[in-house]
């Protein structure tokens, strides 16, 4: 994958740990909707192939809600939310931009997402966890 580095993140505590692979710019999202905004998550969607957890599988626990699609993964020590299977995207994960250890060099573009209004807006997120060229 070229022009893709392996960038690592994780929770508060470190007991989860991951590595996303990712372009030098980034389309990444700031959603509205009751959960993201109240923990401020900035969403980074990828492919699954693009995603790794390193370490943590044990110190995960899932929270479902509303249609219970989406898979929403906290560090059970520190109760950090660092990735999640999205409702928008199950095919991929969505990493918190503010969960990455090193983020210099990456241009994160940040845009709005309406997701108080999911319904009518999730098909614009559908692309982010398509492999390049398809």
Same mark, same amino acid.
């Given at each position: 994958?070229?022009?893709?580095?392996?960038?690592? @993140? @994780?929770? *508060?505590?470190?007991?989860?740990?991951?590595? %996303? $692979?990712?372009?030098?710019?980034?389309? %990444?999202? $700031?959603? =509205?909707?009751?959960?993201?905004?109240?923990?401020?998550?900035? *969403?980074?969607?990828?492919?699954?192939?693009?995603?790794?957890?390193?370490? @943590?599988? %044990?110190?995960?626990? $899932?929270?479902?809600?509303?249609?219970? !699609? %989406?898979? *929403?993964?906290?560090?059970?020590?520190?109760?950090?939310?660092?990735?999640? &299977?999205? &409702?928008?995207?199950? +095919?991929?994960?969505?990493? =918190?931009?503010?969960?990455?250890?090193? #983020?210099?060099?990456? +241009?994160?573009?940040?845009?709005?997402?309406?997701?108080?209004?999911?319904? !009518?807006? /999730? #098909?614009?997120?559908? *692309?982010? $966890?398509?492999? /390049? @060229?398809?």
């Amino acid at each position: 994958m070229s022009g893709f580095t392996w960038r690592a @993140g @994780g929770c *508060h505590c470190g007991a989860v740990r991951f590595e %996303a $692979s990712l372009p030098d710019v980034i389309e %990444a999202q $700031s959603c =509205n909707c009751s959960i993201c905004e109240r923990t401020g998550f900035i *969403h980074i969607i990828v492919p699954k192939s693009r995603f790794r957890l390193l370490e @943590g599988q %044990a110190a995960l626990t $899932s929270y479902r809600f509303n249609t219970a !699609a %989406a898979d *929403h993964l906290f560090c059970l020590v520190c109760g950090i939310k660092s990735f999640y &299977r999205p &409702r928008s995207n199950p +095919d991929g994960w969505s990493v =918190n931009a503010r969960c990455l250890d090193d #983020a210099e060099g990456l +241009d994160i573009r940040i845009e709005p997402f309406d997701g108080k209004n999911w319904e !009518a807006h /999730a #098909a614009e997120l559908a *692309h982010l $966890s398509q492999e /390049a @060229g398809t």
